[in-house]
Protein backbone atom coordinates (compact mmCIF):
# COMPACT_ATOMS: atom_id res chain seq x y z
CA UNK A 1 0.00 0.00 0.00
CA UNK A 2 2.75 2.41 0.79
CA UNK A 3 4.06 1.03 -2.64
CA UNK A 4 1.33 2.59 -4.18
CA UNK A 5 0.92 6.18 -2.10
CA UNK A 6 4.93 6.72 -3.09
CA UNK A 7 4.36 5.95 -6.67
CA UNK A 8 1.23 7.91 -7.41
CA UNK A 9 3.16 11.00 -5.25
CA UNK A 10 5.02 11.80 -7.85
CA UNK A 11 2.22 11.81 -10.74
CA UNK A 12 0.57 14.51 -8.25
CA UNK A 13 3.51 16.70 -8.02
CA UNK A 14 3.32 16.71 -11.61
CA UNK A 15 -0.52 17.91 -11.49
CA UNK A 16 0.24 20.05 -8.66
CA UNK A 17 3.01 21.77 -11.08
CA UNK A 18 1.13 21.85 -14.42
CA UNK A 19 -1.37 23.60 -12.02
CA UNK A 20 1.11 26.03 -11.21
CA UNK A 21 2.05 27.04 -14.28
CA UNK A 22 -1.11 27.38 -15.55
CA UNK A 23 -1.87 30.13 -12.91
CA UNK A 24 1.82 31.59 -12.96
CA UNK A 25 1.31 32.16 -16.65
CA UNK A 26 -2.56 33.69 -16.32
CA UNK A 27 -1.21 35.62 -13.54
CA UNK A 28 1.43 37.44 -16.15
CA UNK A 29 -0.43 37.78 -18.73
CA UNK A 30 -2.82 40.92 -16.57
CA UNK A 31 -0.96 44.19 -17.14
CA UNK A 32 0.66 45.23 -14.54
CA UNK A 33 0.29 48.92 -15.17
CA UNK A 34 -2.76 49.19 -17.56
CA UNK A 35 -3.26 52.75 -16.87
CA UNK A 36 0.81 53.48 -18.02
CA UNK A 37 0.53 56.17 -20.65
CA UNK A 38 4.10 56.30 -21.99
CA UNK A 39 4.41 53.74 -25.04
CA UNK A 40 8.11 53.20 -23.43
CA UNK A 41 7.09 51.74 -20.49
CA UNK A 42 4.30 49.52 -21.59
CA UNK A 43 6.76 47.62 -24.00
CA UNK A 44 9.87 47.18 -20.95
CA UNK A 45 6.60 46.05 -19.20
CA UNK A 46 5.64 43.91 -21.89
CA UNK A 47 8.78 42.76 -22.70
CA UNK A 48 9.95 41.81 -19.05
CA UNK A 49 6.52 39.67 -18.88
CA UNK A 50 7.14 38.11 -22.19
CA UNK A 51 10.64 37.02 -20.75
CA UNK A 52 9.12 35.90 -17.48
CA UNK A 53 6.63 33.66 -18.82
CA UNK A 54 9.09 31.68 -21.27
CA UNK A 55 11.14 31.07 -18.15
CA UNK A 56 8.66 30.25 -15.97
CA UNK A 57 7.50 27.59 -18.62
CA UNK A 58 11.19 26.48 -18.73
CA UNK A 59 11.73 26.14 -14.88
CA UNK A 60 8.41 23.92 -15.26
CA UNK A 61 8.62 21.28 -18.03
CA UNK A 62 12.64 20.92 -16.44
CA UNK A 63 11.17 20.17 -13.30
CA UNK A 64 8.37 17.97 -14.91
CA UNK A 65 10.95 15.91 -16.77
CA UNK A 66 12.75 15.45 -13.60
CA UNK A 67 9.67 14.35 -11.72
CA UNK A 68 8.98 12.02 -14.85
CA UNK A 69 12.10 10.10 -15.03
CA UNK A 70 11.97 10.20 -10.95
CA UNK A 71 8.63 8.23 -11.79
CA UNK A 72 9.79 5.92 -14.43
CA UNK A 73 12.91 5.01 -12.08
CA UNK A 74 11.13 3.94 -9.17
CA UNK A 75 8.92 1.94 -11.80
CA UNK A 76 11.46 0.40 -12.40
CA UNK A 77 12.75 -0.42 -9.20
CA UNK A 78 9.41 -1.86 -7.83
CA UNK A 79 9.96 -4.07 -10.82
CA UNK A 80 7.09 -2.64 -13.09
CA UNK A 81 9.13 -2.57 -15.82
CA UNK A 82 10.62 -5.50 -17.63
CA UNK A 83 12.53 -6.73 -20.51
CA UNK A 84 11.89 -9.49 -23.82
CA UNK A 85 14.90 -11.79 -23.90
CA UNK A 86 16.41 -11.26 -27.31
CA UNK A 87 15.55 -14.50 -29.03
CA UNK A 88 12.15 -12.60 -28.74
CA UNK A 89 12.39 -9.34 -30.12
CA UNK A 90 10.71 -9.11 -33.18
CA UNK A 91 9.13 -12.61 -32.89
CA UNK A 92 5.68 -13.61 -33.16
CA UNK A 93 4.84 -15.89 -30.40
CA UNK A 94 1.35 -17.87 -28.94
CA UNK A 95 2.95 -20.41 -26.45
CA UNK A 96 5.85 -21.37 -24.31
CA UNK A 97 7.42 -24.52 -25.63
CA UNK A 98 9.19 -26.24 -22.76
CA UNK A 99 11.19 -29.16 -22.62
CA UNK A 100 9.72 -30.85 -19.44
CA UNK A 101 6.44 -29.32 -19.28
CA UNK A 102 6.24 -26.79 -17.05
CA UNK A 103 2.75 -26.11 -16.10
CA UNK A 104 2.49 -21.94 -15.96
CA UNK A 105 -0.15 -20.57 -17.74
CA UNK A 106 -0.38 -16.91 -18.51
CA UNK A 107 -3.75 -14.69 -18.78
CA UNK A 108 -4.27 -12.20 -20.58
CA UNK A 109 -6.70 -9.35 -21.24
CA UNK A 110 -7.78 -7.22 -24.12
CA UNK A 111 -9.27 -4.14 -25.21
CA UNK A 112 -9.19 -1.99 -21.87
CA UNK A 113 -8.88 -0.29 -19.77
CA UNK A 114 -12.77 -0.59 -19.64
CA UNK A 115 -15.12 1.57 -17.20
CA UNK A 116 -16.52 -1.07 -14.80
CA UNK A 117 -14.69 -4.45 -16.09
CA UNK A 118 -11.17 -3.74 -16.00
CA UNK A 119 -11.53 -2.69 -12.17
CA UNK A 120 -13.84 -6.40 -11.29
CA UNK A 121 -11.09 -8.33 -13.52
CA UNK A 122 -7.89 -6.69 -11.31
CA UNK A 123 -10.44 -7.21 -8.06
CA UNK A 124 -10.34 -10.89 -8.92
CA UNK A 125 -6.69 -11.18 -9.69
CA UNK A 126 -5.51 -9.57 -6.56
CA UNK A 127 -7.68 -11.51 -4.01
CA UNK A 128 -6.29 -14.85 -5.84
CA UNK A 129 -2.56 -13.03 -5.97
CA UNK A 130 -2.58 -13.65 -9.55
CA UNK A 131 -0.39 -10.96 -12.10
CA UNK A 132 -2.13 -10.91 -15.57
CA UNK A 133 -1.02 -9.33 -18.92
CA UNK A 134 -3.04 -6.37 -19.87
CA UNK A 135 -3.34 -5.19 -24.17
CA UNK A 136 -4.74 -1.83 -23.62
CA UNK A 137 -6.09 0.53 -26.47
CA UNK A 138 -3.99 3.78 -26.39
CA UNK A 139 -7.42 6.11 -26.83
CA UNK A 140 -9.20 3.90 -23.81
CA UNK A 141 -6.21 4.36 -21.54
CA UNK A 142 -6.30 8.42 -22.24
CA UNK A 143 -9.98 7.94 -20.89
CA UNK A 144 -8.92 5.75 -18.41
CA UNK A 145 -5.56 6.69 -16.73
CA UNK A 146 -6.34 5.77 -13.09
CA UNK A 147 -6.61 2.04 -14.25
CA UNK A 148 -3.95 1.59 -16.20
CA UNK A 149 -2.00 3.12 -13.21
CA UNK A 150 -3.67 0.66 -11.12
CA UNK A 151 -2.75 -2.30 -13.35
CA UNK A 152 1.04 -1.52 -13.37
CA UNK A 153 0.97 -0.54 -9.75
CA UNK A 154 -0.92 -3.61 -8.79
CA UNK A 155 2.15 -6.09 -10.40
CA UNK A 156 0.36 -6.35 -13.71
CA UNK A 157 2.13 -6.42 -16.93
CA UNK A 158 0.79 -3.61 -19.44
CA UNK A 159 1.35 -3.69 -23.62
CA UNK A 160 0.26 -2.45 -26.66
CA UNK A 161 -2.98 -3.32 -28.59
CA UNK A 162 -2.88 -0.34 -30.90
CA UNK A 163 -4.50 2.94 -30.17
CA UNK A 164 -8.01 2.50 -31.89
CA UNK A 165 -8.47 -1.47 -32.33
CA UNK A 166 -8.94 -0.86 -36.44
CA UNK A 167 -8.92 -3.90 -38.58
CA UNK A 168 -8.14 -2.28 -41.76
CA UNK A 169 -5.00 -2.30 -43.95
CA UNK A 170 -2.87 0.13 -42.26
CA UNK A 171 0.19 1.97 -44.07
CA UNK A 172 3.51 2.30 -42.77
CA UNK A 173 2.69 5.87 -41.48
CA UNK A 174 -0.63 5.01 -39.87
CA UNK A 175 0.87 1.87 -38.25
CA UNK A 176 3.44 3.43 -36.59
CA UNK A 177 0.55 5.89 -35.20
CA UNK A 178 -1.66 3.40 -34.00
CA UNK A 179 1.85 1.68 -32.49
CA UNK A 180 4.18 4.26 -30.82
CA UNK A 181 1.06 6.45 -29.85
CA UNK A 182 0.02 3.72 -27.53
CA UNK A 183 3.46 3.19 -26.61
CA UNK A 184 4.10 6.78 -25.48
CA UNK A 185 0.90 7.34 -23.43
CA UNK A 186 1.91 3.98 -21.66
CA UNK A 187 4.93 5.79 -20.92
CA UNK A 188 3.83 9.10 -20.14
CA UNK A 189 1.09 7.39 -17.58
CA UNK A 190 2.56 4.59 -16.09
CA UNK A 191 6.50 5.01 -16.51
CA UNK A 192 6.66 1.64 -18.24
CA UNK A 193 8.48 0.68 -21.45
CA UNK A 194 6.60 -1.83 -23.20
CA UNK A 195 7.98 -3.98 -25.82
CA UNK A 196 4.52 -6.29 -26.26
CA UNK A 197 2.38 -6.00 -29.11
CA UNK A 198 -0.71 -8.11 -29.92
CA UNK A 199 -2.66 -7.03 -33.29
CA UNK A 200 -6.05 -6.57 -33.11
CA UNK A 201 -8.12 -9.73 -34.03
CA UNK A 202 -5.09 -11.40 -34.48
CA UNK A 203 -4.46 -10.09 -37.79
CA UNK A 204 -1.03 -10.45 -39.10
CA UNK A 205 -1.95 -9.09 -42.76
CA UNK A 206 -2.40 -5.29 -42.18
CA UNK A 207 0.41 -3.57 -41.85
CA UNK A 208 0.08 -2.93 -38.22
CA UNK A 209 1.61 -6.56 -37.00
CA UNK A 210 4.74 -6.16 -39.28
CA UNK A 211 5.48 -2.31 -38.72
CA UNK A 212 5.53 -4.37 -34.63
CA UNK A 213 7.55 -6.48 -36.21
CA UNK A 214 10.05 -4.29 -37.45
CA UNK A 215 10.83 -2.27 -34.94
CA UNK A 216 11.21 -5.68 -32.72
CA UNK A 217 8.03 -5.39 -30.53
CA UNK A 218 7.72 -9.25 -29.59
CA UNK A 219 3.95 -10.29 -31.33
CA UNK A 220 2.45 -12.31 -28.59
CA UNK A 221 -0.65 -14.00 -29.96
CA UNK A 222 -2.42 -17.37 -27.46
CA UNK A 223 -3.24 -20.82 -27.73
CA UNK A 224 -6.54 -20.52 -25.56
CA UNK A 225 -9.53 -17.70 -26.94
CA UNK A 226 -12.49 -17.75 -24.48
CA UNK A 227 -13.98 -16.44 -27.66
CA UNK A 228 -15.62 -14.22 -24.85
CA UNK A 229 -15.97 -11.24 -27.42
CA UNK A 230 -19.30 -13.19 -28.86
CA UNK A 231 -20.74 -13.08 -24.92
CA UNK A 232 -20.60 -16.89 -24.99
CA UNK A 233 -22.95 -18.53 -21.79
CA UNK A 234 -20.20 -18.46 -18.79
CA UNK A 235 -20.00 -22.62 -18.90
CA UNK A 236 -19.24 -22.24 -22.36
CA UNK A 237 -16.76 -19.64 -21.77
CA UNK A 238 -15.09 -21.38 -19.36
CA UNK A 239 -14.68 -24.62 -21.43
CA UNK A 240 -13.32 -23.03 -24.28
CA UNK A 241 -10.34 -21.96 -22.25
CA UNK A 242 -9.82 -25.10 -20.69
CA UNK A 243 -10.33 -27.62 -23.33
CA UNK A 244 -7.18 -25.91 -25.44
CA UNK A 245 -4.94 -24.64 -22.23
CA UNK A 246 -2.10 -26.67 -22.21
CA UNK A 247 1.42 -25.92 -20.20
CA UNK A 248 3.09 -22.65 -21.13
CA UNK A 249 -0.28 -21.61 -23.30
CA UNK A 250 -1.70 -17.97 -23.21
CA UNK A 251 -5.20 -17.98 -22.68
CA UNK A 252 -7.28 -14.76 -24.43
CA UNK A 253 -10.01 -12.76 -22.26
CA UNK A 254 -11.56 -9.39 -22.59
CA UNK A 255 -11.62 -6.94 -19.72
CA UNK A 256 -12.92 -4.43 -22.28
CA UNK A 257 -14.96 -3.42 -25.83
CA UNK A 258 -18.29 -4.30 -24.42
CA UNK A 259 -20.31 -5.55 -21.86
CA UNK A 260 -17.32 -7.99 -19.92
CA UNK A 261 -20.12 -9.59 -17.27
CA UNK A 262 -20.08 -13.36 -18.16
CA UNK A 263 -16.31 -12.97 -18.06
CA UNK A 264 -15.91 -11.29 -15.05
CA UNK A 265 -18.35 -14.13 -13.31
CA UNK A 266 -16.35 -16.79 -15.24
CA UNK A 267 -12.64 -15.50 -14.65
CA UNK A 268 -12.74 -17.49 -10.77
CA UNK A 269 -13.64 -20.55 -12.28
CA UNK A 270 -11.19 -20.40 -14.63
CA UNK A 271 -8.64 -19.94 -12.28
CA UNK A 272 -10.05 -22.46 -9.77
CA UNK A 273 -9.71 -25.17 -12.49
CA UNK A 274 -6.24 -24.32 -13.00
CA UNK A 275 -4.87 -24.44 -9.95
CA UNK A 276 -6.55 -27.33 -9.13
CA UNK A 277 -4.43 -29.04 -12.44
CA UNK A 278 -1.62 -27.26 -10.21
CA UNK A 279 -0.97 -24.67 -12.80
CA UNK A 280 1.36 -21.80 -11.63
CA UNK A 281 -0.05 -18.05 -12.91
CA UNK A 282 2.81 -16.30 -14.73
CA UNK A 283 2.81 -12.81 -16.84
CA UNK A 284 4.50 -13.12 -20.49
CA UNK A 285 7.40 -11.79 -19.80
CA UNK A 286 8.10 -14.18 -16.99
CA UNK A 287 6.38 -16.92 -19.79
CA UNK A 288 9.54 -15.82 -22.09
CA UNK A 289 12.25 -15.56 -19.34
CA UNK A 290 11.36 -19.42 -18.39
CA UNK A 291 11.56 -20.25 -21.90
CA UNK A 292 14.36 -18.70 -22.93
CA UNK A 293 15.96 -19.96 -19.82
CA UNK A 294 14.96 -23.93 -20.75
CA UNK A 295 16.25 -23.27 -24.23
CA UNK A 296 19.74 -22.02 -23.23
CA UNK A 297 20.15 -25.26 -20.54
CA UNK A 298 19.10 -27.47 -23.68
CA UNK A 299 21.83 -25.85 -25.48
CA UNK A 300 23.90 -26.23 -23.30
CA UNK A 301 22.96 -30.01 -22.10
CA UNK A 302 23.85 -30.28 -26.39
Known amino acids: ?40 SENSINSNNELTQVETRQRIEQLKSAMLRTWQQEAKAKGLAYSVP ?35 VLDILKKNNIKGTFFIIGQMLKQHPELGQRIVTEGHVIANHTWTHSYHFMNPQVAAYEVESTSDLIYKTTGVKTTLFRPPGGIMNNGVAAYARNQKYTIV ?4 DSVDYSRPPISRLIRNVTKESKPGGIVLMHDGGGNRSNTVQALPQIIDYFRKQDYKFVTIPELLEMQDKDQKLMTAKK
Open 86 to 120: QRFQGVTIAEAKFSQGQKVIALTFDDGPWSGSTAK
Open 1 to 40: MENNKSFFWSQGIIIALLALGSSLSLGLMIPINPKASEAK
Open 221 to 224: MWSA
